[in-house]
């Protein structure tokens, strides 16, 4: 259970008191139209493909690389898929997970410097503004205020929160003394809102 339980964690941090019945698409089904001639309808005039997973990952990884963060950082939804259970419950949250898996990306770099210090910047902080920026400068808008607390007396805590077309970026940085992290957790608002109470209290426990 050790990969379905960190996965369920992971998506309970991305979106807190979010809620899913049935399917993650990126769009409303679009309108019907009546059947036309192949003269009637030209390529200009279709509809621009959905922003789906595959684009937020594109994205991501073009931010990242041109931070200078390692490549292969990026996962897919819930990889390796989690595993069932033993209980119901277990079962039941295995499930859930791997029905989300298609509206989740996540990125997650860590850092250990044994020159970092609480009174030295930390690099792989500056890096995650850097990544931040790229992600801002290909379309991804700023919700909110970012926040940076400190932990203890050798920490600090960054959160900032970024949307497009759809999807919400959860962006992290944690620096405790001579380790830090950097995550950004991506997650489909259309398939996350409709999770139920009940889902959203399997992923919460």
């Known amino acids: 259970m050790r990969t379905t339980q960190t996965k369920a964690r992971w ?3 991305a979106v807190a008191g979010a809620a899913l019945s049935a399917g993650c698409g990126s ?3 679009s309108t019907p139209t009546a059947p036309s001639t192949p003269t009637a309808v030209s390529s200009a005039t279709a509809s621009p493909a959905p922003f789906g997973q595959q684009n937020v990952q594109a994205d ?3 931010a ?3 931070a200078g963060a390692p ?3 990026t996962e897919l939804g819930s990889d390796p898929a989690p595993e069932p259970g033993e209980t119901e419950k277990e079962r039941k949250l295995a499930a859930l997970i791997a029905r989300l898996s298609p509206c989740t990306v996540s990125w997650t770099h860590d850092r250990a410097d044994s020159a970092s210090s609480a009174s030295k910047s930390d690099p792989s902080r500056k890096q995650l503004d850097v990544l931040l920026s790229n992600l801002a400068a ?3 808008k700023k919700s909110g205020a970012a926040k940076e607390l400190p932990v203890g007396h050798h920490g600090t805590y960054f959160t900032a929160t970024y949307k497009k077309q759809g999807w919400t970026l959860y962006a992290r940085h944690n620096t405790l003394s ?3 992290q950097s995550t950004a957790a991506v997650t489909e608002d259309a398939c996350f809102d409709r999770l139920t109470d009940e889902e959203a209290a ?3 426990d």
């Open 11 to 13: 998506l309970v941090t």
């Open 27 to 29: 769009t409303a089904p």
């Open 60 to 62: 991501l990884e073009a």
């Open 64 to 66: 990242a690389a041109a």
């Open 71 to 73: 490549e292969g950082l």
């Open 138 to 140: 290909r379309g991804w």
């Open 178 to 180: 001579t380790w830090s």
């Open 202 to 204: 399997l992923l919460e």
